[in-house]
C-alpha cells in the first residue's frame, strides 16, 4: 500500500492550493484520512480530517480557510487550502487508516512541500 501526496508548490500570501494524495495497493476499506503539516525545526502537527462518512474536524490555525474532502472510490483525499498565510509553509503529509491484507494500519504519504511568500 502506498499513499502518494501532490499539489505543493510557491504561492503568494493570500493565495490557494490543493493538496491531493491517492493511495494504492490491495486495500480492501480506508477510514480516516487525514492531512497534517511540518515546518522548518517544529514538529509534525495535524491540520485536518475526514472520516469516512464525511465528519470534519480542522485544526484552530486553519479553519475557515482549508478543507478537507475525500472521493472514496478514487482513495483520494484533498486538501483545498485558501487565503494561505506565511505561517503555512511546512511539508504537507497525508495519512489514512487502511485495510488490507486482514488488518488496519496507519500510513503516511512521502510529503509534499508548500511555501508562502510575501
Known amino acids: 500500500v502506498q499513499l502518494q501526496a ?3 508548490g510557491l504561492v503568494q500570501v493570500g493565495g490557494s492550493l490543493r493538496l491531493s494524495c491517492a493511495a494504492s495497493g490491495s486495500i480492501t476499506s480506508i477510514s480516516r484520512m487525514a492531512w497534517y503539516r511540518q515546518a522548518p525545526g517544529m514538529q509534525r502537527e ?3 480530517l475526514i472520516a469516512p462518512g464525511g465528519l470534519r474536524n480542522y485544526a484552530d490555525s486553519v479553519k475557515g ?3 478537507i474532502s475525500r472521493d472514496n472510490a478514487k482513495n483520494t483525499v484533498y486538501l483545498q487550502m485558501n487565503s494561505l498565510k506565511s505561517e503555512d509553509t511546512a511539508v504537507y503529509y497525508c495519512n489514512a487508516n487502511i485495510l488490507y491484507d486482514s488488518r488496519w494500519s496507519s500510513n503516511w504519504g512521502q510529503g ?3 511555501t508562502v511568500s510575501s
Open 112 to 114: 509534499t512541500l508548500v
Open 46 to 48: 495535524f491540520v485536518a
Open 6 to 8: 501532490s499539489g505543493g
Open 65 to 67: 480557510r482549508f478543507t
